[in-house]
């Protein structure tokens, strides 16, 4: 286990170097003068090329690069116009349109959004695996035909319609809820998970359709197998079978897609942050990329690709586990 654990955490290293590349390389090779964006239409030639000169874009772009990864590793110092200001590591620059250091803008977008995957994946995964286990085991049955349906529902219905339907009938109608406002976790836990719990809501009767549908499929191909036949005949009950042997086996492709959802859910946020009004990374990496403050941009991106490449590797160790047949290679 140490050695796959040090071959994975190197692997990830040089993923996130060659994800580090691309993203510098597309939006900064990118068409537009960045100088003349940043600075309005109503600069003068020489205000655009003090701004210029200022963000260092006169630089070749391997020496900008290597600048940015000095930011990343050992800080970096930066000219703010009439200041020099550090950026401690690890520094993802500043920002064009605000000079707010890049890191402390995603730090205080990171806990909205990670509150609000973390806590709709939890619900998600409950909800979907626990579908899909009952599905399995009523299979034939008219309650088996139902939950099918629901989930094919699910999967068919965008995130901003039952956002919508949830927040007339649950906020306005019924008023069961809070229209969703986000409330740090430190200030106060419950109002933390009372406010977002609509949001929570939306994403998992949205995802658990995914994982209610891989679950049934994986359980009775699970239960098709022969040691689950040998069980049977040996008269062990079928709530054990399910509950200790099949669902082992049927566990693992959840973990493989609860990874690349977990990155695909964090980086793509913009709908679901819009929609419930919560100032999430999602929403500001939109006005980023309309202010073309590519810092923001790339630093945004740089972080969603290392929470992409983590839940992978963590995602491997516990396919792992619930696998013993996986070989860790």
């Not at 250091?101 to 806990?111: D, Y």
């Not at 492709?253 to 946020?269: K, L, R």
């Amino acid at each position: 286990m140490t050695g796959f654990l040090l071959r994975r955490s190197a692997g990830a290293l040089v993923t996130l170097f060659v994800i580090s590349v691309i993203i510098y390389l597309v939006f900064y090779v990118a068409p537009g003068n960045v100088a003349q964006i940043t600075c309005g239409p109503r600069c003068s030639p020489g205000q655009v090329q003090q701004v210029t000169e200022q963000l260092r874009l006169d630089d070749p772009l391997y020496v900008r690069y290597w600048h940015f990864l000095q930011g990343i590793f050992v800080g970096q110092d930066y000219s703010t116009g009439t200041s020099v200001e550090h950026c401690d590591a690890p520094c993802l620059g500043l920002s064009y349109q605000s000079d707010r250091q890049v890191t402390q803008l995603i730090l205080t977008k990171l806990p909205v959004t990670g509150s609000l995957v973390l806590g709709a994946m939890v619900m998600w995964l409950a909800l979907g695996v626990g579908t899909g286990v009952l599905s399995a085991w009523r299979r034939g049955r008219v309650s088996e035909r139902v939950l099918t349906a629901v989930t094919l529902a699910g999967t068919a219905t965008p995130v901003f319609v039952i956002g919508l339907l949830l927040m007339i009938v649950v906020c306005g109608q019924l008023r069961w809820l809070p229209f969703p406002q986000y409330v740090p976790f430190t200030d106060d836990p419950q109002q933390w998970a009372w406010n977002l719990l609509l949001p929570w809501l939306c994403l998992a009767l949205i995802e658990a359709a995914k994982y209610a549908r891989l679950t049934r499929a994986s359980m009775l191909e699970t239960l098709a197998d022969d040691h689950v036949r040998t069980f049977r005949a040996y008269g062990v009950g079928e709530r054990s079978i399910i509950g200790k042997h099949a669902l082992r086996g049927a566990v693992a492709p959840v973990i493989a897609m609860s990874a690349n959802d977990f990155g695909s859910m964090f980086g793509g946020a913009v709908l679901s942050e819009t929609l419930f009004g919560l100032p999430g990374m999602g929403r500001e990496l939109v006005l980023a990329v309309k202010d073309v403050d590519l810092p923001v941009v790339v630093g945004m991106v740089l972080v969603t690709g290392f929470f992409v490449v983590l839940a992978n590797a963590v995602a491997d160790v516990l396919y792992a586990v619930a696998d013993r047949r996986v070989v860790l290679s």
